[in-house]
């Protein structure tokens, strides 16, 4: 397999995650963001994804994209180790915690979304953290919640990492970048800290890519 | 089953589009999002949802939440007939496409985020339409460019109306409530008109559910 990402793209980070929890490599092509005026604009690129977003997994032929998307085709196709629970219910909850990241947080601190709101709001480096706090704070602390009634185990949703940390990690990742204040989503930083211990998420830190700016 | 929704919220449209196709039915109960400051922000409502959005669908004492969650939970339990299709790979196309709406788009033209429009940057009801019609039309360029390559069948993914329609009907309803233009987008206006002959599609339009306003 090969894909094509970002070092600091949450998306991208969500993949490569779930690559290193399965066990699995794919040859890492790097898209730069912002450099060239966004090498994921190319028309090279685009012919690849015509969203010009990343990441993108390239499998035999074929050409995967859509983080989610991705994620559920590699628990499809490679089910060992397991990143949802058997049972429907538990699967939908797991899912859920996942689309509270995915389409409530995520989404809005996107860098397109950031750049309209420096370019017709004319919002600085300072409002662009105030939009990005709103939005991570009030999500994160729903996913706090989402987690309050359940059995206090070492990760969202029982003893092993899954499908939820592969969301939650690069999520937190982005809260401390935009200087998101966490004090109060305890459970949270204790799961992220958790996998921050497990070689699969370390591997897979930002910082730890090729890529990689400081 | 029974579910909590309100009939312009594109995720409760989702939902009763995959129930209405799948041949199901669930009791309702309106959440009027604006009345009363947001029904959905009461005590009575975050204890069933700590996210304080629609929809959540009850079955047996379980309640599911998150559209995509409960949506992936239809497809497990409810099988017949199926909204994705078999192939991994064909499952994965699909789910991207879904993905590009529910990760992209849906997220931007979300009540809560307007109202921050409105409130912090003091944009009226022009500066909000340009906002959604900036996301919701680059996104649904996207998807149109997505289905560019493939066979010109009635629906976007094959003959028969499946996820794709599911999440793709709400958006285009919700295009035309922002004057988006979609002279662009033939393909997708095909297919949406041909979703609209369905009765699983019209009966689940906002402007037949029992909480409609004009």
């Not at 499809?76 to 990241?101: K, M, N, S, T």
Request: aromatic content about 10%; some cysteine; proline content about 7%.
């Amino acid at each position: 397999m090969e894909y094509w990402g970002y070092f600091r793209s949450s998306s991208s980070y969500r993949l490569r995650i779930a690559l290193g929890l399965k066990g699995l490599t794919a040859d890492f092509h790097p898209v730069h963001l912002v450099k060239d005026g966004g090498q994921q604009k190319t028309d090279a690129y685009r012919a690849m994804n015509p969203q010009a977003l990343v990441p993108v997994l390239k499998t035999g032929d074929d050409l995967l994209t859509q983080s989610p998307a991705i994620l559920e085709w590699l628990e499809e196709v490679y089910p060992d180790p397991p990143l949802l629970p058997r049972g429907a219910v538990e699967r939908a909850q797991v899912r859920a915690f996942c689309a509270a990241i995915a389409c409530e947080i995520h989404p809005l601190q996107n860098l397109r979304v950031l750049s309209y709101l420096r370019e017709t709001y004319g919002q600085d480096q300072a409002g662009v953290e105030a939009w990005c706090q709103r939005w991570i704070g009030e999500g994160l602390a729903a996913c706090e919640a989402l987690l309050a009634g359940r059995p206090a185990t070492r990760f969202a949703f029982g003893d092993a990492p899954g499908m939820a940390e592969v969301y939650l990690v690069p999520q937190m990742f982005s809260a401390a970048r935009f200087k998101v204040e966490t004090g109060a989503l305890p459970r949270l930083t204790a799961i992220a800290a958790a996998c921050a211990e497990l070689p699969a998420f370390a591997d897979a830190h930002p910082a730890r890519q090729p890529d990689a700016e400081g």
